[in-house]
């Protein structure tokens, strides 16, 4: 590694040809042959870095395993979870018998007591569902006719980012920042957790069903210490190209092996690859859960840090940075706070997470008030629970009435890329900011 000094004004075109790419639409470009191979090294600054970080020529694809951190404390089954205020006694998570769930990885079967129970709950609960057909595997390209209508009737987030109001995309306060970590729990999870302990630092984690079965004390340690914990299904498909059983199925059986790991339910949800429309969100509410995405500034550009495609090599640690450095310039102008795309499923992500990310959003001034989503909205860690949520705060989503931006509003438009661009003061900016340190590292 070498430091170079770069004039702000180069910064400044090179961030601005790195709008940043919403991860399926990167994929979709990948996989018809029109994208290049990514170049190996890229411009970014960093304020600080954790001492004991793991190099970034070392986080690459095939990087030799690591050794992983023991969970920093365990918790016993009847321990009081003293971080949500009257939730009920810890599970004993020996006792899950993964042969009463689902297959792991795989998309739930609708056929079984469960996922019929589910239907009919969803059923009795008064919330129509729209009648939107499934889109096909492929995203926008694959899908015209949705795509021509996602940012009307079918509000679809994937083509373009409709968002409805009751879509959690950004934190309300500035320079407030909603952490977020997907796709666990895993082995390199009790690496960020040990990193978050010693900053003292609280998450909020999207995990997936088929996960929690394989590491349920980890899940248990993230919830007992504070964290929040939040659906991301069971086996991580694309919920629009699912049928509605399916959909109910894969956000159920993830409800209820939360349920049997901490005792609690979970009031929030992440869909897979940010892929939510009209009907996924009346059958989320319908089922008590309110979607949380990240933050959009344009039609193209999200918050996505690319840090999942570190594991495979479509993405590397310098681009990686790069689009971090995108995120911190771009986000310090907003008058709101802001949700980023991160994950701990992969070794790569927690090391460029721990040793870069987080260092370098710790040292940032003016300061990130960093917390988990529930927080940053200004709401307690009770209400991310079903079983603990008071109702005062933060309505169930199930019981919320219908009216403009709900799901419940089928016929309405949703607001489109342009509207969510609006609605941040300061991005005019997006494209011409320019970065004050001038010391820029290259691999
Ligand atoms: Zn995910």
Redesign the pocket.
Same mark, same amino acid.
Request: glycine share 0%.
């Given at each position: 590694m070498k430091t170079i000094l770069f004039s702000s004004l180069a910064v400044a075109a090179v961030a601005a040809h790195n709008p940043l790419e919403a991860r399926q639409s990167a994929s979709s470009a990948a996989s018809a042959g029109t994208g290049a191979p990514p170049p190996s090294s890229f411009s970014f600054t960093l304020a600080t870095t954790n001492p004991t970080a793991i190099p970034l020529a070392s986080i690459v694809s095939n990087a030799q395993t690591q050794a992983t951190h023991a969970l920093p404390t365990t918790f016993s089954p009847g321990a009081t979870p003293t971080a949500v205020k009257g939730a009920p006694p810890l599970p004993n998570a020996a006792l899950l018998a993964p042969s009463s769930y689902p297959a792991l990885d795989v998309i739930v079967r609708t056929d079984s007591p469960e996922v019929q129970q589910w239907i009919s709950e969803v059923n009795k609960s008064g919330i129509p569902i729209p009648d939107i057909a499934p889109t096909v595997a492929g995203g926008c390209p694959a899908n015209p006719v949705a795509a021509a209508d996602a940012d009307k009737s079918r509000c679809w987030w994937t083509c373009g980012g409709c968002v409805q109001a009751t879509d959690i995309t950004t934190c309300p306060d500035k320079l407030t920042w909603g952490l977020t970590y $997907? $796709?666990g729990p895993s082995p390199y999870t009790p690496d960020l957790l040990q990193f978050l302990n010693e900053k003292n630092l609280k998450s909020t984690f #999207?995990v997936?069903g088929s996960r929690v079965i394989s590491f349920p004390s980890f899940l248990q340690t993230e919830y007992m210490q504070g964290h929040q914990i939040a659906v @991301?299904t069971w086996s @991580?498909p694309s919920l629009t190209t699912l049928t509605n059983a399916q959909i109910i199925g894969e956000l159920g059986w993830s409800k209820k092996v939360i349920k049997d790991v901490l005792g609690v339910t979970p009031s929030h949800f992440?869909p897979? #690859?940010g892929d939510i429309d009209n009907r996924v969100r009346a059958i989320a509410k319908a089922m008590g859960l309110t979607p949380v995405m990240w933050t959009r500034i344009s039609p193209m550009a999200t918050f996505d840090t690319d840090d999942f495609d570190l594991h495979s090599g479509a993405s590397t640690a310098s681009k990686v940075l790069q689009n971090w450095n995108f995120i911190e310039a771009n986000a310090t102008t907003f008058d709101t706070g802001f949700i980023l795309l991160e @994950?701990d499923l992969f070794q790569q992500s927690v090391d460029i997470a721990t040793g870069y990310i987080l260092p370098d959003a710790l040292a940032h001034q003016p300061a990130f008030k960093i917390e988990p989503v529930i927080s940053c909205m200004n709401k307690p860690l009770t209400d991310a629970y079903i079983e603990t949520n008071d109702n005062k705060t933060n309505p169930p989503a199930q019981s919320a009435s219908g009216g403009p931006g709900s799901a419940q509003a089928t016929g309405g438009s949703g607001s489109n890329g342009s509207a969510v661009v609006a609605a941040l003061p300061g991005l005019g900016s997006v494209v011409a900011f320019t970065i004050s340190l001038i010391a820029v590292m290259t691999l």
């Open positions: $997907d $796709d #999207f997936v @991301h @991580h992440r897979p #690859f @994950h």
